[in-house]
C-alpha cells in the first residue's frame, strides 16, 4: 500500500493522471456527436491517417519532437478527411468504403515509412512505437501539458456550440431554416474529431484513438436519451477509463497505455449494455416480465 501511495505521489504520474482524465473527458465529449451523426468511422480513419505523418516529420527533421509529431499527424489527418469528403463527392463511392480505402492507403504507407526508419536511419527510434499503441511512462510533463491543453480547448468549443451542434446533427434541414451555416459547424466538428486525435495518439496511440471516441458514448447510450446528459456521462466514462488504463500501464513496467483504457471503457460498456437505465437488456427484460 505504501508503494502504491508513494507511486501516486510521484509529480510525474499526476501529470499523466491529469492528461489522461481531461484527454478521456473531450474524447467522450466529442464521441457523442460523432456517434450521433452517424460518422464514428470517421475517427478511425483519421487515427491511422495520423502515422505518416509522425513518421514523415520524423524522417524530415531527424529528430524526436512532439510538436513537430503533431503538427505532422494533423496534415495527414486533415488531408485523410478532405480526401474521404472527396471521394464521396466526386464519385458513386459510399462514404463507409470511402472511409476503408482511405484508413487502409494512410496506415499502409505509415508502416512502410516506419519499416523504413527501422532499417535506413542511424540512432535510437523509441517515441514512434509509442504512437502505435500509446505509452504513458514514456511521457513528461511537457508532453502531458500539450494533452491537456488541446484537450481542454476543445471540450470548451464544444460547450460554445454545443446547441449549434446539436441542432445541426439531429435536423440540418431546421437549422439552414434557421440561418445556420450547417457546413460551418460540420467542418468544426470534424476539425474537433482531428483534434482529439492528435493531442491523443501519443497516449493512445494511432490504433485506438477511435475507440476511446466511439465506446464512451455508446456506453452513455444506455443510459439516457438527452444528448447533453449523454455527452457528459460519455466524458466521465472516458474519464474514467483514462485514469484507470493508465495506472495499470503506468504501474505494470511497459504496459501499453492504449489497449487497457479501452478495455476499461470497453468493461464499462458490457456493464452499461447489462445493466443501463434506458436500454440495458436485463433491465428491459425485467421490465417486460
Not at 32 to 41: A, I, N, P, T, W
Not at 137 to 143: E, G
Not at 241 to 257: E, F, K, N, Q, Y
Amino acid at each position: 500500500m505504501s508503494e502504491f501511495l508513494n507511486f501516486l505521489s510521484s509529480a510525474n504520474t499526476q501529470w499523466v493522471l491529469l492528461g489522461s482524465i481531461i484527454l478521456g473527458f473531450a474524447s467522450g465529449l466529442i464521441g457523442s456527436f460523432v456517434l450521433l451523426k452517424k460518422q464514428s468511422l470517421i475517427g478511425d480513419a483519421m487515427a491511422h491517417a495520423t502515422l505518416p505523418g509522425v513518421c514523415a516529420v520524423y524522417i524530415i527533421f531527424n529528430v524526436k519532437s512532439i510538436p513537430l509529431f503533431l503538427v505532422g499527424a494533423a496534415c495527414t489527418g486533415l488531408l485523410a478527411t478532405y480526401l474521404i469528403q472527396a471521394i464521396v463527392k466526386h464519385s458513386r463511392i459510399k462514404t463507409d468504403a470511402s472511409i476503408g480505402v482511405v484508413l487502409s492507403v494512410f496506415f499502409g504507407f505509415g508502416i512502410v515509412l516506419l519499416t523504413y526508419i527501422t532499417k535506413n536511419t542511424k540512432g535510437n527510434r523509441s517515441g514512434l512505437d509509442e504512437f502505435i499503441f500509446g505509452q504513458a511512462a514514456a511521457m513528461v510533463k511537457s508532453d502531458i501539458q500539450v494533452i491537456a491543453l488541446g484537450s481542454l480547448i476543445i471540450i470548451i468549443v464544444s460547450a460554445l456550440f454545443f446547441k449549434e451542434l446539436k441542432i445541426s446533427i439531429f435536423d440540418p434541414q431546421y437549422a439552414k431554416g434557421i440561418g445556420l451555416p450547417v457546413s460551418l459547424f460540420n467542418l468544426i466538428l470534424m476539425g474537433l474529431v482531428v483534434g482529439i486525435v492528435v493531442v491523443g495518439i501519443q497516449m493512445v496511440g494511432v490504433v485506438l484513438i477511435a475507440a476511446l471516441l466511439i465506446t464512451p458514448p455508446l456506453a452513455a447510450r444506455y443510459w439516457t436519451d438527452r444528448l447533453g446528459r449523454m455527452a457528459f456521462l460519455s466524458g466521465c466514462i472516458g474519464g474514467i477509463s483514462g485514469v484507470v488504463g493508465t495506472l495499470i500501464s503506468t504501474a505494470g513496467d511497459g504496459l501499453p497505455t492504449g489497449p487497457l483504457i479501452v478495455l476499461c471503457a470497453s468493461v464499462i460498456f458490457l456493464v452499461s449494455l447489462l445493466f443501463g437505465a434506458r436500454k440495458g437488456l436485463i433491465i428491459k427484460a425485467v421490465r417486460t416480465t
